[in-house]
């Protein structure tokens, strides 16, 4: 294949994997508003060129960590599908056992070492999970994904700094969408933001405009293959936005809607569309994947409703039982 054939499958890739995490997340929030999903959900629809941009440069042997925004992550990973609507649904077949839930999706079959609810809690099981690979002197990386609300909280200093002392396999990746729950970022974050602070710290740091799936690509490629090689630990800040409200019961009616409707018209599925249109794939082959994902997601939805519910007996497996405490009756 030609290098343009080469390029056009790559961003064809990228597509199919962005039109499927937005798939699988407005499926589930349909589920979530239809009272079939307990517990409320974090989505992160416009920020899907992130997921997709980096794992595609992931091996099935390389790890991931993500936050408690991680539908994407995982999905772009290769966790399966079944078992993540499962896991939303709390039914015995989720990846976790239905214990998880939206926020602790994790599939360590491809590499994905867990959602988290904790803000910044991924960063030090990245580093950990670095360590380890390292110390097993084998070629493996670890992608870190977090928010940037991370960078103001403990763990992302001692990550860092961990990770630069001991030029350690970590990419890590500040999905930056300006907001921290409902606050604005820049109000509550001194000095010039996270690429300063990481170089700081002796980890170089590359900036990216986290909507444009090609560009985040095009800098993962080049950022894991310079950690594969043993350059040590980088970041990449991904700038992007978030369309919709904190959670799924979040109507977002604090936001801007001008800013609100500038994102909707550069958001990056639209974006990659208009690309691929001008390079000549057909709006036919397009619509087709977008129609195959929201169809596969559909099925993942009735089959999660029709699946069983954990046996009550198995909430007291997967927990530690360090025998009775000494001295208490």
Known sequence: MSRLGDNRARLVALYTTMCRIRAFEDTALAAHRAGEIPGPLHVSVGQEAVAAGICLNLRRDDRITSNHRGHGHALAKGAGVAGMMEELFGRAGGHCRGKGGSMHIADFSVGMLGANGVVAGGIPIAVGAAQGLKLLGRDSIVACFFGDGAINRGPFLEGLNWAALYRLPVLFV??????????????????????????????????????????????????????????????????????????????????????????????PIGRLRERLLAEGVPMAELEAIRGEAMAEMAEARAAALAAPWPDPAAAWEDVQDAGAAQGMA
């Open 174 to 267: 500040c999905e930056d969408n300006g907001v921290a729950a409902f606050t604005a970022t820049a109000s509550v974050t001194a000095g010039p933001g996270v690429a300063a602070r990481a170089e700081s710290l002796g980890v170089p740091a590359t900036s990216v405009d986290g909507n444009n799936a090609a560009a985040v690509d095009a800098a993962a490629a080049r950022l894991v293959a310079e950690i594969r090689g043993g350059g040590g630990p980088q970041l990449l800040h991904a700038t992007t936005y978030r369309i919709t409200g904190h959670t799924s019961t979040d109507p977002a009616a604090w936001r801007n809607p001008q800013d609100v409707e500038a994102a909707r018209a550069a958001e």
